[in-house]
Each structure stands twice: as C-alpha cells, then as structure tokens.
C-alpha cells in the first residue's frame, strides 16, 4: 500500500463500524461503476479495465472530474488509490478489517499541491466532511443491502 503523505497540508483520517461481514461492505466498495448509486457527492464513476493494482478510473467528485489510479488491492482488506485534479495530487486509502461479523473500515487521504498549501483550512474542512458522508454513505448502504435482502 501506498502510504498517505504524513507531511501534506491536507490529510484526514476516519473510521467507522458497519454491522455487517467484511465482504459485503468490499463489493459495494469496490464496485466503482456504481459508486453514484450511494455516494451522493459521486456523480459518475467508471473503472477503466479490470480491478486491479495499476487500473485508472475516471469519476466525478462535486463537480470536479477526477481521474485516479488504483495502487493497492488486497482483496476482502486494502484498496487505494491517488491522483490528480486542479492542480493537486491526493492518496486514498482504505482498510477494511473483521470485527467479530462487523466491519471496521479506515478510510485515510492527503491531498498536496499549491491549492492545498494556500487554502489548507477551508481544503481540511471540505475533505473532512466529504469523508464523513462516504463512510456514513457506505455505511447506509451495506446495512441496507444486508438486511433488506
């Protein structure tokens, strides 16, 4: 795995607890094509081959067209990502780890570049709560899919 930039002027960690098996919560993860069907802030997404370490994908983040590179892919556990947009480059990374029939899911990112450098607090802020809606997002839809099935 790619580690996040400890020293970006941007970078967040959050965890969450998901009350269902680890290889729900993977598929739905990782199944990037239809990321806009429960992120709301994702408006399309599109993997560019097979989902493997070196696949791009392009996808479109609160209006920002993203295009990122898959790094990391250890299945049913890591997955990650970096790339590029208005001038910055960011990290991705996910861990997904069993707890007892739960899932405890790390999502950690950096994000670097001279956009970052001079808007640091309103960049924090901003990455600080788009990650709080996907977890919450992914959260929502692997408790929904699991238990409405």
Known sequence: MIPINDNAPVKIEKRIEI???LEVVWEIL????????????VKKAKLKGELLSGTSFDWIRDGA??????????????????GKAFGSYGI?????????????????????????NIF????????????????????????DQYYNV
Do not use: C, Q
């Not at 199944?31 to 429960?38: A, P, R, V």
């Not at 996910?94 to 956009?115: A, P, Q």
């Not at 309103?122 to 977890?135: G, H, P, R």
């Open 65 to 82: 067209k993203i295009t990122s590179t898959i790094h990391t892919i250890e299945p049913f556990r890591l997955f990650g990502w970096s």
């Open 120 to 143: 640091r607090g309103f960049m924090k802020n901003n990455l600080e709560t788009y990650m709080i809606n996907w977890i919450n997002s992914l959260k929502r839809e692997a408790e």
């Open 19 to 21: 009350e269902v098996p």
């Open 30 to 41: 990782t199944d990037i094509n239809k990321w806009s069907e429960w992120n709301p802030n």
């Open 92 to 116: 991705h990374n996910w861990k997904l780890e069993n707890k007892n029939g739960t899932t405890e899911v790390i999502s950690v990112e950096s994000m670097e570049g001279l956009l970052m």
